[in-house]
T-cell receptor, first 114, second 113 residues
Framework: AQSVTQLGSHVSVSEGALVLLRCNYS??????LFWYVQYPNQGLQLLLK??????LVKGINGFEAEFKKSETSFHLTKPSAHMSDAAEYFC????????????FGSGTRLSIRP | KAGVTQTPRYLIKTRGQQVTLSCSPI?????VSWYQQTPGQGLQFLFE???????NKGNFPGRFSGRQFSNSRSEMNVSTLELGDSALYLC????????????FGPGTRLTVT
């Protein structure tokens, strides 16, 4: 069965500092992996996705994530945090062709200190 | 291209009532999925529709139902509302295929009193 674990329900970093949000997954077959961001009172927006090919994936707003099969991880990073990055971030995994097989992590709330 | 729209954005209902939420997908998207988001349970899949047929259903009671129309617009209905149904209900549309990301609407915030 698939599962997603996001380590840390709340992460706080200073503006300009490195952002690292952790995601580990469990899947019996090669997964598709996603990171979504949710701003207050809004829906989810896709940041980036990994399906096949290059394991380092670049997304919008300067975020990137690296698929590490040996560690079953898909951590999200950004070299320099900006105040506008404050939001909730969700890691998700799917191995099927329909939405019901998409499993979301519990989310990590990112706060940015001035 | 317009995004996914959901109406209404906010709704307050009383226990025992029923509610209908609407979702209009991105033009050309034929798959529509619904999710319930609560602080305690996170994002939970409700159901998915494709070409007017329910393709998958999550683990929710029969009070939760949905349908999709020929223009791909979708509605979900919750009957006999309970306090625990208070949540943000998100709709997402996508092209068929597992690697295609879902595009989410802004959600409908339902409060049951």
């Amino acid at each position: 069965a698939q599962s997603v674990t996001q380590l840390g329900s709340h992460v706080s970093v200073s503006e300009g500092a490195l952002v690292l949000l952790r995601c580990n997954y469990s899947s019996s077959v090669p997964p598709y992996l996603f990171w979504y961001v949710q701003y207050p009172n809004q829906g989810l927006q896709l940041l980036l996705k990994y399906t096949t090919g290059a394991t380092l994936v670049k997304g919008i707003n300067g975020f990137e994530a690296e698929f590490k099969k040996s560690e079953t991880s898909f951590h999200l990073t950004k070299p320099s945090a900006h105040m506008s990055d404050a939001a909730e971030y969700f890691c998700a995994v799917t191995m099927g062709s329909s939405a019901s097989k998409i499993i979301f992590g519990s989310g990590t709330r990112l706060s940015i200190r001035p | 291209k317009a995004g996914v729209t959901q109406t209404p954005r906010y709704l307050i209902k009383t226990r025992g009532q029923q509610v209908t939420l609407s979702c209009s997908p991105i033009s050309g998207h034929r798959s529509v999925s619904w999710y319930q988001q609560t602080p305690g349970q996170g994002l939970q899949f409700l159901f998915e529709y494709f070409s007017e047929t329910q393709r998958n259903k999550g683990n929710f009671p029969g009070r939760f139902s949905g349908r999709q129309f020929s223009n791909s617009r979708s509605e979900m209905n919750v009957s006999t509302l309970e306090l625990g149904d208070s949540a943000l209900y998100l709709c997402a549309s996508s092209l068929p295929g597992g690697s295609d990301e879902q595009y989410f609407g802004p959600g409908t915030r339902l409060t049951v009193t």
